[in-house]
């Protein structure tokens, strides 16, 4: 039986039958490939569906449906192959909505304190880890147990096979519960989320992907429904999100982390590699 990312993310969802699943699992145990696939499969699984049934969301604009229908329509077309790079991370699918959500609104707002404002479009990953961040709900989240095991798993494989240092960072202090760790894609490109749940309000979000620019200090912004602070740092860049009706101080949040005083509760100095990308001269 041959073990694709459609059959490992149907075992996944739970679709299989007794006997798909015992093939799968048989499968597992004999191939490390097919087990860190199968792991980083399970991280991307939230429980979307019973979140949003409890919501009342808001109409799909007639163009993000005409967008997403053309979508449809070409991929329906593709070969097979083709039709199979959709199913894995299913988390993809989410920045495909999230890059079409950003051509229809994208709004920066002036800061208000001592950061500066963003007075440019921001980057395309961060346009997309915003759309995304917006699926999110408080239910989303409020559920999920944080699993250390898989967290230190998912840490460790950041930093051996994408060679990306990643520190996730303590957040008790200011109200946050870490939840979750989760790589993602964006044209092919690891980005890295971090998501924390406050006491009372919606998620905050922690992203993180590589950015050979020089370093640039903190910067306030606002995209579609999300406040943003932006910065960059060793060839790293990172953008802390939350919802733009939250009460946090995201700029201060942002100054504790990009200062390094919060400590950290995981950190890929703990997973060496050995093949770093050389930072540029």
């Known amino acids: 039986m041959s073990i694709d990312d459609t059959l490992l993310m149907a075992y996944v969802d739970g679709e299989l039958s007794a006997e798909?699943?015992?093939?799968?699992?048989?499968?597992?145990?004999?191939?490390?490939?097919l087990a860190e696939r199968l792991s980083a499969m399970r991280?991307?699984?939230?429980?979307?569906?019973?979140?949003?049934?409890?919501?009342?969301?808001?109409?799909?604009?007639?163009?993000?449906?005409?967008?997403?229908?053309?979508?449809?329509?070409?991929?329906?077309?593709?070969?097979?192959?083709?039709?199979?790079m959709r199913v894995w991370p299913r988390l993809a699918a989410a920045f495909i909505a999230g890059a079409l959500l950003s051509l229809l609104a994208l709004e920066l707002r002036p800061g208000t304190g001592p950061?500066?404002?963003a007075s440019a479009p921001v980057a395309p990953w961060?346009?997309?880890?915003?759309?995304?961040?917006?699926?999110?709900?408080?239910?989303?989240?409020?559920?999920?147990?944080?699993?250390?095991?898989?967290?230190?798993?998912?840490?460790?494989?950041?930093?051996?096979a994408?060679?990306?240092p990643i520190q996730i960072p303590d957040l008790h202090g200011a109200g946050l519960s870490f939840k979750r760790v989760q790589r993602l894609n964006f044209h092919g490109q690891p980005v890295v989320q971090m998501v924390y749940l406050p006491e009372h309000g919606g998620p905050v979000a922690l992203c993180v992907t590589r950015d050979s620019r020089p370093d640039a200090e903190l910067k306030a912004g606002q995209v579609g429904?999300?406040?943003?602070?932006?910065?960059?740092?060793?060839?790293?860049?990172?953008?802390?999100?939350?919802?733009?009706?939250?009460?946090?101080?995201?700029?201060?949040?942002?100054?504790?982390?990009?200062?390094?005083?919060?400590?950290a509760l995981y950190s890929s100095a703990l997973f060496p590699s050995t093949h770093a990308p050389s930072r540029p001269s």
Do not use: C
């Open 20 to 33: 798909g699943r015992g093939e799968v699992e048989a499968a597992v145990e004999h191939s490390p490939e």
């Open 43 to 84: 991280a991307s699984a939230l429980p979307y569906g019973a979140a949003f049934e409890r919501q009342v969301l808001p109409a799909v604009p007639v163009e993000l449906a005409r967008r997403i229908q053309e979508l449809a329509i070409v991929s329906a077309a593709a070969p097979a192959p083709i039709k199979a």
């Open 115 to 117: 950061l500066s404002a």
């Open 126 to 160: 961060i346009q997309a880890v915003a759309d995304y961040q917006q699926l999110y709900s408080r239910e989303t989240l409020a559920s999920v147990t944080e699993d250390s095991r898989l967290t230190r798993e998912v840490v460790g494989n950041l930093q051996r």
């Open 162 to 164: 994408d060679a990306l």
């Open 225 to 263: 429904e999300m406040q943003t602070v932006t910065w960059r740092r060793d060839n790293l860049g990172y953008v802390l999100l939350v919802a733009k009706d939250s009460s946090i101080d995201l700029e201060r949040l942002g100054q504790e982390i990009a200062s390094g005083a919060a400590a």
